[in-house]
């Protein structure tokens, strides 16, 4: 069965921190990996990975993925509160279209 | 606003009614998803469609619920003689084409009593 675990579940940071979150995939013929921030409502996506070791960046968060470990990480420096959310990461499937989502990681940013 | 709308935001209902959500996807986009997600959880897969056809079910799927795409636009997703289980929010998300990045509307969130 596929599996998607994200870790740490939840964390608090203080603005100006670094946070870094961590995505584990199970995924028989992975597609892509996706990063998603849903803060009240709808998740909004942030990030689609599909070959290894390129990082992608948007802003103060960057992604990378790692295809031979199977796994991803989100850094956002500079947090600010506008950062806290819950960050979710799914897969997609060659020849498949749904999305296959781990827990999320609720994160906090304190002034 | 051009995003998928969704449509009631909250619904109350009480157990054993019916009821039907509305999702409105990005105008150009073919492929529509419905999604479950519970306090604390990810979100869970549904159904799926590419236009008009209902192409892939989730065996969370149960018989009570059903979900349409009639014209390839619009979508509903209809449960039937309600459950307290059934109480999450119903997410539907769109996308261009296979393997293309899915856009989420906000939601309808269920609470059944």
């Known amino acids: 069965e596929d599996k998607v675990v994200q870790s740490p579940l939840s964390l608090v940071v203080h603005e100006g921190d670094t946070v870094t979150l961590n995505c584990s995939y199970e995924?028989?013929?992975?597609?892509?990996l996706l990063w998603y921030k849903q803060e009240k409502k709808a998740p909004t996506f942030l990030f689609m990975l599909?070959?290894?070791?390129i990082e992608k960046k948007s802003g103060r968060l960057s992604s990378i993925l790692d295809k031979k470990e199977l796994f991803s990480i989100l850094n956002i420096t500079a947090t600010q509160t506008g950062d806290s959310a819950i960050y979710l990461c799914?897969?997609?499937?060659?020849?498949?279209?749904?999305?296959?989502f781990g827990g999320g990681t609720r994160v906090l940013v304190k002034p | 606003d051009t995003g998928v709308s969704q449509d009631p935001r909250h619904k109350i209902t009480k157990r054993g009614q019916n009821v039907t959500f509305r999702c409105d996807p990005i105008s150009e986009h073919n492929r529509l998803y419905w999604y479950r997600q519970t306090l604390g959880q990810g979100p869970e897969f549904l159904t799926y469609?590419?236009?008009?056809?209902?192409?892939?079910k989730s065996r969370l799927l149960s018989d009570r619920f059903s979900a349409e795409r009639p014209k390839g636009s619009f979508s509903t997703l209809e449960i039937q003689r309600t459950e307290q289980g059934d109480s999450a929010m119903y997410l539907c998300?769109?996308?261009?084409?296979?393997?293309?990045?899915?856009?989420f509307g906000a939601g309808t969130r269920l609470s059944v009593l």
């Open positions: 799914a897969v997609v499937k060659a020849a498949g279209n749904k999305l296959t």
């Open positions: 599909t070959s290894s070791g």
């Open positions: 469609f590419q236009n008009e056809a209902q192409l892939e």
């Open positions: 995924v028989t013929n992975f597609r892509s």
């Open positions: 998300a769109s996308s261009l084409g296979e393997g293309s990045i899915q856009y």
